[in-house]
């Protein structure tokens, strides 16, 4: 059976995922997780579109993107992110194969019921994956995700991130937005809570 075919649009806000081969934790080391941050601002130099948030985690990875107008596809810029890792890490490694465990997930935010509350809960999901493995006890601490850009002004990312519409509607100053987008955290470590 032919797999899916990819739905790929302009001025979309994509969630995507991918796992190591076999889900091994190949990029448990600080080493490969800035390989692949620097693959990523090599992507962002390269073609045009808005990295809106990233999580690099041991054994997978998070994005959310946002295609632009007269952009490439999600399909090629993930295409080129992984592809040029996996390049990398066979010759650092001295290895051949696959690096990846399979296509990329994705999900089209604005295709949600509500895009602007998924969005800002999405972004604490993620976050607070660290957390859930234990890997940190605030997502704050983690060194391989980017929620403190949408916690503080002009906070030092280590690749360039846009904010997203769906965080800059949440109100019209940075502290408003701030208060607002806090909530969704509230609420989320509420629901952690009661799931442990």
């Not at 998924?118 to 993620?126: E, V």
């Not at 957390?131 to 503080?152: F, Q």
Request: with cysteine.
């Amino acid at each position: 059976m032919p797999r899916p075919r990819r739905i790929c649009l302009p001025d979309h806000t994509y969630h995507v995922t991918s796992l190591c081969i076999r889900k091994a934790f190949l990029i448990k080391q600080d080493f490969w997780k800035e390989i692949l941050l620097g693959v990523i601002d090599r992507t962002l130099k390269k073609y045009d579109f808005e990295l809106i948030s990233y999580q690099i985690m041991d054994n997978h990875f998070h994005f959310i993107i946002k295609t632009t107008q007269n952009g490439p596809t999600i399909s090629r810029i993930m295409q080129y992110i992984k592809a040029r890792f996996a390049e990398i890490y066979n010759k650092k490694m001295n290895t051949t194969g696959p690096f990846w465990n399979e296509r990329f997930k994705d999900k089209i935010i604005e295709h949600s019921d509500n895009p602007q509350m998924y969005f800002n809960w999405l972004m604490w999901y993620l976050a607070f994956n660290p957390v859930r493995n234990k890997t940190v006890s605030d997502p704050r601490d983690y060194k391989y995700g980017c929620i403190n850009c949408y916690l503080y002004e002009d906070y030092p990312a280590q690749v360039k991130i846009t904010l997203h519409k769906y965080f800059l509607n949440l109100g019209d100053t940075f502290k408003e937005r701030l208060k607002n987008f806090l909530s969704y955290e509230e609420a989320y470590r509420k629901r952690l809570a009661l799931a442990i």
